[in-house]
């Protein structure tokens, strides 16, 4: 498989530590709101990954942290701790703000059927192993301590601080960290190891250590879990491309300050999703869309998870509400291909791999597979494979189930029952008809809002208007 690093900033054969393994870690969210749905496409990308790298033979062991401690305000190391914000917005504690956004995260993460990872380490439980980290780093002489705020990292000392965003990025955020330079700091980019407690407030979350009372550095958390779960080297290493030049970067210099030896072999970014007019999506803006928001506006979370492999996870992805009507309707025809393949009852089931021809579309996948995660080129197979009327129905429907292993679109999810509406329902249906022939479009709009709220979705076909129930 070759893989686009962003470390050699080239696509390289990925070359495992073990042969036929790969150890992956992934950034995980940060719980102090929901996740929207730009962190998701991150997340779907590394879902994609490694379905794809198991679907090729590889035996894969995925490591995601939850954040709930530690993620500061400001990436200069300063200001208010996300989560206690989160505990202050809300009137709950930072504990339970983390239990609660860390479960709605899994809802999400399941809606798009995002495969749970195989190790979840949440912070909180692995101050220790952060600690011990700080300890060794202190030894080697790479930190020191800001009096009333904590110990740093000495970004001076690592001498190839920056290779991961390049030396010309770095010298930007030096230039542009100047301004709100925390004047302790040595270097504008040192970072926190351990932050103390300040001592006029009680902190909810905090720990004792032998430097003081207080909490890790974010950075430390990744590094810290990363190596108790997958050794001091890793093979993979994901994020969003934020991470980049702070957090991934920062990763880098402690980790391989403490062992001399390389973190991770290859880092990988997936490039963000945007919205047109307000750039990227964030969580702190308060403003954003959220996967549980998308049912109630009537979508299905898949049609997301559709939106999302329609473009390389290397290129920006605009959002757009048109674009996720696009991709609602292309999910839908690629299902009802797909489902206009299957048998009827009393005929035998196809199953295992496709034989010849469909083989071709098997090898064209793993081909788009092996490429840098060429997901639109897996999906742009699949389309073919559904339409190719000269491979016979049952080998192009044991390819598709073979693909949609690693789309995960649920192409076969048997369509739910269409029960006769409830009069309550069919009479709001009506209702929108008549609206609709009477030209009232503000009141027919919000006759449809009412009815995707309830779980039943109309749409104007030539045909005149149809209704259906939500795939659940
Ligand atoms: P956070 O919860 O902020 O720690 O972020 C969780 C993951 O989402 C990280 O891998 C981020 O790099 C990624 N991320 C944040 N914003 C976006 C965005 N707009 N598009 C794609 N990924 C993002
Ligand atoms: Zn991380």
Known sequence: MRIYNTLTRRKEEFRPIKEGEAGIYTCGPTVYNYAHIGNMRTFITEDLQVRAMRFLGWKVKRVMNITDVGHLVSDADTGEDKMEQGARREGKSAWDVAKFYTEAFFA???ALNCVQPDVVCAATDYVKEMIDLGLTLEKKGYTYRIDGDGIY?????FPDYGKLAGKKHIEGIQEGARIEANEGKRNPTDFAVWKFSAPEEKRQMEWDSPWGKGFPGWHM????????????????HWGGEDHVAIHHTNEIAQSEAATGKPFANYWLHARFLVTGDAG????????????????????DPLAYRYYCLQTHYRKQLEFTWEGLDAATKGLERLREAARRLVPEKGDTMPHGVPSSPAAKYLADLKAALEDDLNIPQALACAWEAARDEAVPAAERLAFLKEADKVLGLELFAAP????????????????????????????SDELRAELAAKGVLVEDTSAGQKWRRRPS
């Open 221 to 236: 958390e990744c590094s810290a879990m990363a190596m108790k779960h997958l050794g001091e080297t890793m093979d993979m």
């Open 153 to 157: 990292f000495d970004t001076s000392k």
């Open 108 to 110: 999400d993460f399941k």
């Open 416 to 443: 739910k029952a269409e029960a006769d509406l409830e009069p309550e329902l069919l009479a709001l249906v009506e209702a929108r008809a008549a609206a609709r022939k009477a030209k009232d479009f503000k009141r």
């Open 280 to 299: 990227k999506m964030s969580k702190s803006s308060g403003e954003f869309l959220t996967t549980s928001l998308l049912p109630k506006k009537g979508y």
